[in-house]
């Protein structure tokens, strides 16, 4: 009979991260031999699935495609116990619960672990300087520090259709800033 160590398994994790990281590590380790055919499931607490791996595979056709290229486990991660998974580009969308959920399915019956890590993902601060000198009637400076909060949101989309060879690429970078602090300092010489 297989058992699960829910010691190992339970819990939470939390992690925090800036967005200007390449990759995250959600973290997920059992001391316990899983067998070739267990499953493991990466959900987002909003019943999205992240990554799923089962019988010796990833199985991309299951996941979300927003995770799709920015998700990975390690190589034979059941025989190694370590069931992280890497999430690369981290994003503000990412700030969520992830569950880790192994499945083993026997004779009898199904056994199921689960372990939960709270993603945090802040933003990007932008700091910006302007220096003015004006020389009208009388000299001015101006020296200016903003600081700004921003979110920068990256796409790409492609379409190709056979029907009269039409093809459309999109490319998109969004930055959502807000300016949280602006300094001015000004002097009449």
């Known amino acids: 009979m297989m058992t699960l160590s829910s010691a190992v398994l339970s819990g939470q994790h939390q992690?925090?991260?800036?967005s200007a990281v390449e990759s995250v590590l959600l973290p997920c380790r059992t001391t316990d031999h899983l067998p070739g055919d267990a499953r493991v499931e990466?959900?987002?607490s909003s019943d999205r699935k992240a990554?799923?791996?089962e019988n010796g595979s990833d199985r991309p056709g299951e996941q979300s495609q927003y995770y799709r290229t920015r998700?990975?486990?390690d190589e034979e991660p059941l025989k190694t116990g370590d069931l992280s998974l890497?999430?690369?580009w981290p994003t503000d969308g990412d700030?969520?619960?992830f569950t880790c959920k192994v499945s083993i399915y026997s004779y009898n019956g199904n056994l199921q672990r689960e372990k939960t890590v709270l993603l945090k993902v802040?933003?990007?601060f932008l700091n910006f300087f302007n220096l003015n000198i004006t020389f009208r009637p009388h000299w001015i400076l101006s020296l200016s520090y903003s600081k700004y909060f921003c979110i920068v949101q990256f796409?790409?989309?492609f379409l190709y259709s056979n029907f009269r060879r039409k093809m459309f690429v999109e490319l998109k970078l969004v930055a959502i800033c807000k300016k949280i602090h602006t300094i001015t300092i000004r002097a009449l010489v």
Not at 15 to 18: E, K, W, Y
């Open 15 to 18: 992690i925090t991260v800036d």
């Open 51 to 53: 990554h799923v791996y």
């Open 71 to 73: 998700t990975k486990m």
């Open 95 to 97: 700030s969520e619960i």
């Open 42 to 44: 990466w959900i987002k």
């Open 122 to 124: 802040k933003g990007l």
């Open 155 to 157: 796409s790409f989309f």
């Open 86 to 88: 890497t999430l690369r």
